[in-house]
């Protein structure tokens, strides 16, 4: 994309202040209507060095309410966030809906100056397109509007800046050996751009090309291209609203349509019949003794915690997730888990629905927030898969949502799985009169009352639309990376020892695997 | 995936008659419907040898109306096929719109059964993924149901139907010596079919599991998901269509109101000076003599008369593509390329509107269709970028379409580069006085006056928009694997040199490649 380039625009000082005149306080403006229509914006630059990113990025949040973005320079990744996927620390920076995030260098180092500098290694390459694509594709599925803005300069010039800066010893600290490097190998590094570039232009997320030889030709540029990017996000959102309003008016007469070609009755109970059933298929009959329990429990538990620490010295991170009936047994089993670790290397994170802030971004956003760092174990008490199965069945999602989140999800974890993190799944499977004798029990034990609300009973109404969500799920996302164990929990003994020593297993596989390596 | 799945399911026969009574006269409403809402369909069976894909094939035509289908058997590529990217024979079968195409086997052999018996080689399966959700991706955004259907069995029972099969005359030559060692091996195998599952189950085109043991489950299952996947596509499209009606009345609504928002005249005139002018930076002053411009002509054409046997012999396929402004020249650069080529070997396919059979398919169909064997040269006198430019320019494409075919044409020539084509792309550039010369030349002349029209004057009225248009598609997709080149055409001589010699030194290069290979 570079070569086509034309660097020698140009804009005199004159033509320039008009423009900026009439640019700068159309973009205030559209920061308060994106504000308004809740349309989160992240703004990147990549490009060359000494290209003029910083005076750009200064020029651009010149007209901002500065109580309404962030500015993130990307250095190389600091010890912490190298314990963690390589999008996890741009996961945890995304900006809620309304505010803007600007990125001096980006995600996009790991595939330039990371790579040129040979800090990514050849297989971190080979997965960091990818990732990046699915990133950008998860973020402006879900409404971010994402300005990706290369700032081009020839070798000549960038050398010309180099040495000026050099000659100052007040400016001279800014040029690195690594910039050097850069410039005198620039053709090798450009064509890692042009890889980038090529495989990262996308018509959800483009890139925009900044000839950067003349300062002001770049910032109107620039300043025009942000301008027309959210004029057009403005536009569209409000035709989505219109849209969304016109379909729930239009939903009723499409089901009934619907209803007509298939009469709805007979099908869904065919569908009853037919459907993939996983659950159906678990043998709930499966016991264990108090006596076996006790001895196996305090084996598993003594293992466990010998594991904890070679994970800690392995910095192998873990996460475990669990869903499951209400009334599984999800709580006795985390507890039976956390018993046998060390209380600073692992965390619970008890998931209920969205607090206000998490509901202002990606829904994957609060839990990337809280995965674990090398070493450390992050238990999730319910899970990500709340999306396909409450957010569905009570449609607090759309069906393109729900429907795209099994590979969204399936992303994540490969994600995680690539980074060296075992994540493991787990289903507490009970039947349906095996709930509403626990439930029962909840409701006449005063010190298990607090476990129990109407809300529990409410979905248990939807038993079925529930079993035929969660069979999807196990089948969709069940992974060789991230597998789902369904756990036979109508006996409470029996789960606990299945959840344990999947656990153990899991670990001692992967040290055995670790230890050969090494 | 499949680790899931319960084999066991199963169904009673006078059950499996009573559905079907219900389910096949649904389908073949629904073969009605999807022709009269010209919807195209492709169902793709894959799964374990054995599982019985022939049997679920016939079960599903049954119901069907025989001309309205056709059901490829994917066997190993031939020869032929051999001699192009791997999806060409998939691209030039794609059904039309309202028809039907069903797969025994599909573009998946090349991750499974083909990986399997060592047949794909290690560099294509790590490309085959990428591709095949590409290839999915750009027919579901183009209207086309992708139905992917998997028939599992377990080892035990597919052992159990090989030797049935074995013990008959008749039937033993149904089971091949693959088919045994892919039971021997048969947990090898479910490994590339996992990972098959995992990295091309997507929301546009997910995979639905066939349990095989009972026939008659499986019939009626694949029978009940088709039926419900087609209800689904005409009603998504009757709400589409729907919406694109009202959109059409809101569409000016809303530009009214950006107008408001940008001032449109004066942003316009911005746009026009802060716009990446490649076309701006061409040198047209450059030219040649007429002498000289004879002496070049001969030595190229017998250089290019070597290289186009050497082509044949190494077996290196050519796609050259020309586009430009009208009477810029692109006839007569044609002419002098293929005056050097032997006729056999090489074929010009001049691009207009689509005819009818055309517009029922994807439009990157009739250009799959004529790309080159390996050894041959295929010239485009004009090509696929008339989506991004008449198209884009007249409003006959949507917005969305356009916009995501940046993205679609650098796919598709990374896939022809990838196979190992030579892709060129020339723009034949003229400013618009020399236009107006050669048109008025035109005009007068009456050897030359069928070469102009009055569109060719309506289309010059649109210079800016078009400008504009080709701009954007010069820098969004101009790749290494398949460069723009921009020829100065005011001078004929020049232009057709420059061509010709574009021509030349890529081939040299790549057979310089080639034999340092071997």
């Known amino acids: 994309m570079l070569e086509k380039v034309d660097l020698n625009r140009k804009m005199g000082k004159k033509e320039y202040k008009e423009w900026m005149d009439d640019l700068q306080p159309k973009l205030s403006y559209l920061q308060r209507a994106c504000k308004e229509q809740k349309i989160p914006v992240m703004i990147v630059f990549e490009g060359f060095g000494a290209a003029g990113k910083g005076t750009l990025i200064n020029k651009i949040i010149e007209p901002l309410d500065p109580r309404g973005f962030s500015v993130y320079a990307t250095a190389v990744e600091t010890k912490e966030e190298k314990m963690h996927p390589f999008l996890w620390r ?98 090798e590094y450009l064509a890692m751009n042009e890889e980038m570039l090529e495989k990262t232009d996308s018509e959800y997320a483009p890139w925009h090309i900044l000839e950067c030889t003349d300062r002001e030709y770049a910032a109107a540029k620039m300043t025009e291209i942000v301008v027309s990017v959210l004029e057009q996000a403005i536009a569209d959102k409000k035709a989505e609203q219109e849209k969304r309003e016109q379909e729930k008016t239009k939903a009723q007469e499409i089901k009934q349509e619907k209803d007509t070609l298939q009469e709805a009755g007979a099908a869904s109970q065919k569908e009853q019949v037919l459907k993939s059933s996983v659950l159906a298929g678990v043998d709930l009959s499966k016991k264990m003794e108090k006596e076996e329990y006790k001895k196996e429990l305090a084996r598993l538990q003594a293992r466990l915690s010998e594991l904890h620490n070679e994970l800690y010295k392995y910095r192998i991170p873990v996460v475990l997730a669990f869903e499951g009936w209400d009334a599984g047994g999800k709580g006795g089993a985390i507890k039976r888990l956390t018993q046998a670790l060390d209380p600073r290397g692992y965390q619970v994170n008890p998931v209920a629905a969205p607090n206000d802030a998490e509901k202002t971004h990606h829904y994957l956003w609060r839990f990337w927030k809280q995965f674990p760092k090398d070493g450390h174990v992050a238990i999730f008490d319910r899970s990500w898969y709340g999306r396909v199965m409450v957010e569905r069945i009570e449609g607090f999602c759309q069906e393109e949502e729900w429907k795209r989140a099994y590979h969204e999800m399936n992303e994540m974890e490969e994600q995680l799985a690539h980074h060296g993190t075992i994540v493991l799944k787990f289903w507490m499977h009970i039947d349906k009169d095996e709930q509403e004798r626990r439930f029962k029990e909840r409701m006449e034990n005063p010190a298990k009352q607090w476990k129990i609300t109407d809300e529990d009973w409410r979905n248990r109404e939807k038993w079925d639309a529930y079993e035929k969500a969660v069979d999807e799920m196990l089948i969709r996302t069940s992974t060789t990376y991230a597998p789902w164990i369904l756990v036979e929990a109508d006996c409470k003994y029996y789960a606990r020892i299945k959840v344990l020593r999947t656990v153990v297993e899991a670990i001692e596989k992967r040290l055995k695997e670790e230890k050969e390596r090494k």
């Not at 290694?121 to 694509?133: M, N, S």
């Not at 990133?135 to 000549?156: N, R």
């Open 90 to 187: 741009f996961w945890t920076k995304i900006p809620s809906q309304g505010r803007i995030a600007i990125f001096d260098r980006s995600w996009y180092r790991r595939v330039l100056v990371d790579r040129f500098d040979g800090v990514t290694t050849k297989e971190q390459l080979d997965y960091a397109f990818g990732e990046i694509c699915s990133f950008e594709k998860q973020l402006t599925d879900d409404g971010m509007v994402i300005i990706k803005l290369f700032a081009d300069v020839s070798k000549k010039e960038q050398k010309k800046r180099f040495d000026k800066l050099l000659e100052d010893k007040k400016t001279a600290w800014r040029v690195t050996k690594d910039d050097l490097a850069r410039n005198k190998h620039y053709e």
